[in-house]
């Protein structure tokens, strides 16, 4: 049987004692503020068994990874209508470009580059009456913990600062793809981002997409199998911006990742893992987090492929 604790300890270990690469995430000031060094792993198998290691009690600012979630809220009531707003192609971009989107008439390549996360807060903004709250039970109900919640000093830091994504969201109003007010879209999408979240609860929430749409302890189900498996694919083409290739080709699972250094990544049936390093490579992706998945598919040979 594999020794699941031991592999992701050797390797957690083995990266720490390398040299490690990138920078925080300085364009939000705030988290600017954590400490780069943290590490910490948490994996959660579909047939109940855990496995952590390092720092995995430690919460980080959740950013682009609840663009999965937020896309599984909209999906789940719009069904394929929500493609009329945005598409399912990877862009071979980093997440913030506002170039092709004028060129594409303002519908965002995919849902994960930001233009497309804000065009799904919009929608989300029309078929939910409270938006956040939806959000924040759906985590809350994923992960077993009721005491997520938003870090309003991130989002804040962020409003001060997220010039692009004013960009971006001024763009798609000006092309006819945002129907709400640009400010709150703006402030809803900066208040998902900055949801504060360990190892532990991401490894959880994500288990869904593992188990064909469904917690499982079977109380939840958010999305039905076809729909997990398009989620799915869609993490596999478009989670990592302008590495989602590189992601495919070494790690070999649908994953997303996000600028708080958090990534998570899941294999349908098995499990989930989330990994938490702050320092990002040039693509915006955890330096370390990258490295340490590419090692854990390869030593225990499990992958999508
Ligand atoms: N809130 C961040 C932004 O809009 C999310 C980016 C990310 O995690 N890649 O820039």
């Known amino acids: 049987m ?24 300085e364009y939000i000031p705030e988290l600017a503020q ?12 579909v047939d109940g068994q855990s496995y952590c290691v390092g720092d995995w009690q430690d ?12 896309l599984s809220l909209a999906y789940t009531k719009l069904g394929g209508r ?12 980093p997440f913030n470009l506002l170039g092709i989107l004028e060129n594409d008439n303002g519908i965002p390549r995919n849902p994960f580059s930001n233009a497309g996360a804000i065009v799904v807060c919009d929608v989300l903004m029309d078929l939910y009456e409270d938006p956040r709250q939806a959000l924040l039970q759906l985590v809350r109900e994923l992960s ?19 010039y692009r994504n004013v960009a971006l969201i001024n763009l798609m109003k000006s092309l006819g793809n945002i129907y709400n007010d640009v400010d709150e879209v703006l402030d809803l999408y900066f208040d998902c981002c900055s949801i504060a979240i360990n190892c532990e609860q991401l490894a959880k929430t994500f288990l869904f997409l593992a188990n064909h749409g469904q917690t499982i302890d079977g109380h939840t189900r958010l999305l039905n199998p076809s729909q997990a498996k398009r989620i799915n694919a869609i993490m596999l083409t478009c989670g990592f911006y302008d590495e989602a290739g590189d992601f495919a080709y070494k790690v070999g699972l649908p994953g997303k990742s996000g600028v708080g250094g958090g990534i998570v990544a899941v294999l349908p049936e098995k499990y989930s893992i989330a990994v938490w390093s702050p320092r990002l490579n040039d693509k915006g992706n955890s330096y370390r987090g990258l490295k340490f998945l590419e090692q854990f598919t390869t030593d225990t040979q499990l992958s999508i492929f």
Do not use: C
Not at 7 to 20: A, C, V
Not at 34 to 45: D, H, S
């Open 144 to 162: 077993g913990d009721n005491f997520i919640q938003f870090n309003k000093q991130v989002a804040e830091s962020e409003k001060t600062e997220g």
């Open 2 to 25: 594999t020794n699941y604790q031991n592999i992701i300890k050797q390797i957690h270990g083995h990266l720490s004692l390398q040299k490690n690469y990138g920078e925080v995430a």
């Open 34 to 45: 954590v400490n780069a060094e943290k590490f910490g792993v948490y994996l959660a198998m």
């Open 82 to 93: 929500l493609w009329q707003r945005v598409g399912v192609e990877p862009s071979g971009t």
């Open 59 to 70: 919460s980080f600012s959740m950013q682009s990874i609840v663009k999965v979630l937020l």
